[in-house]
T-cell receptor, first 113, second 110 residues
Framework: KAGVTQTPRYLIKTRGQQVTLSCSPISGHRSVSWYQQTPGQGLQFLFEYFSETQRNKGNFPGRFSGRQFSNSRSEMNVSTLELGDSALYLC????????????FGNGTRLTVT | SQQGEEDPQALSIQEGENATMNCSYKTSINNLQWYRQNSGRGLVHLILIRSNEREKHSGRLRVTLDTSKKSSSLLITASRAADTASYFCATDGNDYKLSFGAGTTVTVRA
């Protein structure tokens, strides 16, 4: 079975631009979660989707948004990029509930200059 | 903010030795999970222990959970160079998310 696939693997953007990251979950997994990982803040929860519905959202500004499609694939979008948005963005999928256990992709490394 | 805090932040051991790391958390949980992350890659699920369990084993891994103290420990026995990684505890509070600790960086020296 293929694992969680995240694209692109690396991304360099300029302040003020917007970016869209993509995540394909493991086949059959309906829950997709997104996390931001930085050296200073560690792993911070962004949001979780199940069957196209957002069930929980972390403490991030409205510039961070996401969605899930009917095939469970998910995208997250960050608008008006700031330097502090530079991070590793990790997507994870699970069978039904968000939490138990999560299968992570290798992430998208976003650098904002 | 993070639910869990791990101790120590970093650990360096000789190959063949055991590695122990601890995790403390603040609120009640459904379960606690441990993950491993190799540099620059995604996290890999290692083991899950439910709130009504006290100890669990998986291969060279042993996890304990003390809900009265809100703490957990992960023991890796007979460590190998391939165990070099960061280890994270994560708590499931039944709110559709996992809350991760800051992690313990383990270095296994040959």
């Amino acid at each position: 079975k293929a694992g969680v696939t995240q694209t692109p693997r690396y991304l360099i953007k300029t302040r003020g631009q917007q970016v869209t990251l993509s995540c394909s979950p493991i086949s059959g997994h309906r829950s997709v979660s997104w996390y931001q990982q930085t050296p200073g803040q560690g792993l911070q929860f962004l949001f979780e989707y199940f069957s196209e519905t957002q069930r929980n959202k972390g403490n991030f500004p409205g510039r961070f948004s996401g969605r899930q499609f009917s095939n469970s694939r998910s995208e997250m979008n960050v608008s008006t990029l700031e330097l502090g948005d530079s991070a590793l963005y990790l997507c994870a999928s699970s069978l039904d509930r968000a939490a138990s256990p999560l299968h992570f992709g290798n992430g998208t490394r976003l650098t904002v200059t | 903010s993070q639910q869990g805090e791990e101790d120590p932040q970093a650990l360096s051991i000789q190959e063949g030795e055991n590695a122990t790391m601890n995790c403390s958390y603040k609120t009640s949980i459904n379960n606690l999970q441990w993950y491993r992350q190799n540099s620059g890659r995604g996290l890999v699920h290692l083991i899950l222990i439910r709130s009504n369990e006290r100890e669990k084993h998986s291969g060279r891994l042993r996890v304990t959970l003390d809900t009265s103290k809100k703490s957990s420990s992960l023991l890796i026995t007979a460590s190998r160079a391939a165990d070099t990684a960061s280890y994270f505890c994560a708590t499931d509070g039944n709110d559709y998310k996992l809350s991760f600790g800051a992690g313990t960086t383990v270095t296994v020296r040959a």
